[in-house]
T-cell receptor, first 114, second 111 residues
């Protein structure tokens, strides 16, 4: 089983709909992240959380919200989806010190907003 | 945000060496990383280098860091078809709590 699991893997929705992407991890890491990947733009950080009571905005948080329901779960919501939110979304985790450690990524959730 | 630049595409023949380049702008980078993304998968860490190092070698991978020019490269020796993927460089800036990723370079290995 994957250490970082994202659901759904693929989703097509319409403009204005509310969408939730879920992430769960079995690595026991405190830190969790949501990134967005667009062709030619690389990965951009949306939100990150260092523990259950900690939520921080990333580079591109407008139009998104997150919830850290437990150490192992971090969900990303689009309250009213718009077409330019069509992208590949990745959840990632890290141990406390990211310096020499690594980010562990889920397999991605591809979202298409029509 | 930080500016991390990469060429978008690179094609090499199987057995040749590949060199993927990356430039960054923040001189306070502490660690620099190379991640690999295979089709349909998330990113996986390949290697990293601390900012006070010039070179790091790990089997077929050689990372070179020119801190003066803010230039990072990844050399893959004897490139194989399984090396076809998107390669991202990333930096950790002093005081920041996350990584800044480049645009990714799609490496295509021609048999």
């Amino acid at each position: 089983d994957a250490d970082v699991t994202q659901t759904p893997r693929n989703r097509i929705t319409k403009t204005g709909k509310r969408i939730m992407l879920e992430c769960s991890q079995t690595k026991g890491h405190d830190r969790m992240y949501w990134y967005r990947q667009d062709p030619g733009l690389g990965l951009r950080l949306i939100y990150y959380s260092f523990d259950v009571k900690d939520i921080n905005k990333g580079e591109i948080s407008d139009g998104y919200s997150v919830s850290r329901q437990a150490q192992a779960k971090f969900s990303l919501s689009l309250e009213s989806a718009i077409p330019n939110q069509t992208a590949l979304y990745f959840c990632a985790t890290s141990a406390v010190d990211i310096g020499t450690g690594e980010l562990f990524f889920g397999e991605g959730s591809r979202l298409t907003v029509l | 945000g930080e500016d991390v630049e990469q060429s978008l595409f690179l094609s090499v023949r199987e057995g040749d060496s590949s060199v993927i380049n990356c430039t960054y702008t923040d001189s306070s980078s502490t660690y620099l990383y190379w991640y690999k993304q295979e089709p349909g998968a998330g990113l996986q860490l390949l290697t990293y280098i601390f900012s006070n190092m010039d070179m790091k070698q790990d089997q077929r991978l050689t990372v070179l860091l020119n801190k003066k020019d803010k230039h990072l490269s990844l050399r893959i020796a004897d490139t194989q078809t399984g090396d076809s993927a998107i390669y991202f460089c990333a930096e950790k800036v002093a005081g920041a709590n996350n990584l800044f990723f480049g645009t990714g370079t799609r490496l295509t290995v021609i048999p």
